[in-house]
Antibody, heavy 120, light 106 residues
Framework: QVQLVQSGAEVKKPGASVKVSCKASGYTFSNFGITWVRQAPGQGLEWMGWFSAYNGNTDYAQKIQGRVTMTTDISTSTAYMELTSLRSDDTAVYYC?????????????WGQGTLVTVST | DIQMTQSPSSLSASVGDRVTITCRASQSISSYLNWYQQKPGEAPNLLIYAVSTLQSGVPSRFSGSGSGTDFTLTISSLQPEDFATYYCQQSYSSPFSFGQGTKLEI
């Protein structure tokens, strides 16, 4: 069965960086893209971007462009999301999800989420 | 960027009720509209994609309709496990935005 297992919770200071991992199993990793979505406490879902397995391209939300890098390691079926220059409003649960379709048409399997807390 | 607006933001209902949630896009998104369900403390779960196609395993009491800019999610007969927050999401163009969510409460 398809599973996405994310790394554990992180506490970071403002200005630091965080790198969240998302290990996939149960499917051919290189055939699907991975998207990242975050959710601030008590708030809705915010799409961050996605990594295309088809051409290796990335597409990031303008709001975090320049601070985010999404990568994958096909040898370990693991996706990574690194966010730099952290601010307090980056405190959120970060989810990875599998993209279905060449355009990431929908997100059919999700990781369990990783809480990132940015605090002094 | 495409803005997605859901209504209502919250909704009180009872088991057995028929419920409809509306999602409006700020421009036409063709049929690139998905619905997700999220329960407290859990990751979202894909319910419906491409406006009206039920994801595998999703009960048939869920249905979706619409086109262009106006879309609806309908639950024909609410079950206790359906009380959750529902989000629409467009995948027509980047950024793939979500609606603000509709919290369905007893």
């Amino acid at each position: 069965q398809v599973q996405l297992v994310q790394s554990g919770a992180e506490v970071k200071k403002p200005g630091a960086s965080v790198k969240v991992s998302c290990k996939a199993s149960g499917y051919t990793f290189s055939n699907f893209g991975i998207t990242w979505v975050r959710q601030a406490p008590g708030q809705g879902l915010e799409w961050m971007g996605w990594f295309s397995a088809y051409n290796g391209n990335t597409d990031y939300a303008q709001k975090i462009q320049g601070r985010v890098t999404m990568t994958t390691d096909i040898s370990t079926s693991t996706a990574y999301m690194e966010l730099t220059s952290l601010r307090s409003d980056d405190t959120a649960v970060y989810y990875c999800a599998r993209c279905r379709g060449t355009r990431c048409n929908n997100f059919d399997y999700w990781g369990q989420g990783t809480l990132v807390t940015v605090s002094t | 960027d495409i803005q997605m607006t859901q209504s209502p933001s919250s909704l009180s209902a009872s088991v057995g009720d028929r419920v409809t949630i509306t999602c409006r896009a700020s421009q036409s998104i063709s049929s690139y509209l998905n619905w997700y369900q999220q329960k407290p403390g859990e990751a979202p779960n894909l319910l419906i994609y491409a406006v009206s196609t039920l994801q595998s395993g999703v009960p048939s009491r869920f249905s979706g309709s619409g086109s262009g800019t106006d879309f609806t999610l309908t639950i024909s007969s609410l079950q206790p496990e359906d009380f959750a927050t529902y989000y629409c999401q467009q995948s027509y163009s980047s950024p793939f935005s979500f609606g603000q969510g509709t919290k369905l409460e007893i």
